[in-house]
């Protein structure tokens, strides 16, 4: 083996041992998108936020956009919960565990996406429901793959409906009250709209009586003269 041939030999050695270095140090990820919206549109985005808890503890709030958009890249063997709050709003959360299996670890999984709406808060209404995640996404052997815990989504599902009946209910009511408070505004306005015009009505009336008593005394001064 001469000298060109050897130095081949380790470069081809060297190369598939720093692959085989990044193929074991690597981490895989499970890549999040989703956009936040709220019912009615009667909020924004940019008055929401998205806190990321890993384990039950604060790690940083996702970006944003706008439209409600935003992206996430979570790592494996990790349990996530995706909290989306806004001042006014009932707070929701998105549970997604990210635990696979040995064999899995070097996969690439299909995004997951989901979309968050919030409800307005009422007094009355009880969101206790709220407080634990109202979705659940983890692995399964059977597809290789994430997705939504089906089991879960229809017990906690019951539970949601039920408490979202009462805040569009509470969200009409709020609606109507807003209707007949306008309502109100307006015959007020209207009302002393009139009363200001009778009152100028009267002082006219007033100042022609006025008017009309002077130019009699006047004549009246006159044939005396």
Partial sequence: MNKSQKYKRIAILLIVFIISTISVYSQNYLEVKGRLTFKENDGSAQNAEIKLYESGNFIQSIPIDRSGKFKMDLEIHKDYIFEF?????????????????????????????????????????????????????????????????????????????????????????????????????????IAAQKAAEEAERLRKLEEQKAAAEARKKEEEQRKIQ
Avoid: M
């Fill in 85 to 189: 709050a806004s001042e006014g709003h009932v707070t929701k959360k998105i549970n997604i565990i990210t635990q696979v299996p040995d064999r899995f670890e070097n996969k690439s999984f299909t995004p997951i996406y989901f979309a968050v709406e919030l409800f307005r808060q009422y007094e009355g209404v009880n969101t206790l429901v709220f407080t634990q995640p109202v979705g659940l996404i983890k692995f399964y052997n059977q597809i290789g793959d994430f997705d939504y815990d089906v089991d879960y989504s229809t017990e906690i599902r019951n539970k949601i409906e039920k408490a979202e009946r009462e805040l569009e209910e509470a969200y009409d009511q709020f609606l109507e009250d807003q209707r007949q408070e306008a309502l109100a505004d307006r015959q007020a306005e």
